[in-house]
């Protein structure tokens, strides 16, 4: 599938100046982002972005910083759920 945005010459002139590859950054920034709102797997994401492993699709969304998923509510579940099996193994 092929996806087309209308950007205005002159910006993407602009654009295009500071990322040559610009079709590229804008398809990674979209997985990247598509993968942070769950809408991706890491596998997923590593598919549209060709990479040959899911373990690279691991390491690129590392890099910017999505990657377990990780969050302060999931902290905080665990830290909640930690509590709760610390409290039953003391009855």
Excluded: C
């Amino acid at each position: 599938m092929t996806l087309t945005i209308e950007i205005p010459e002159r910006i993407e002139q602009h654009l295009r100046q500071e990322h040559p590859d610009l079709e590229r950054r804008i398809t990674e920034n979209y997985v990247v982002e598509a993968f942070r709102q769950g809408d991706l797997s890491s596998a997923e994401a590593g598919v549209i972005l060709g990479l040959s492993s899911r373990w690279e699709a691991i390491d690129f969304l590392s890099e910017r910083g999505v990657y377990p998923g990780y969050d302060v509510n999931d902290y905080q579940q665990d830290i909640e759920q930690l509590r709760k099996r610390r409290e039953g193994q003391e009855a």
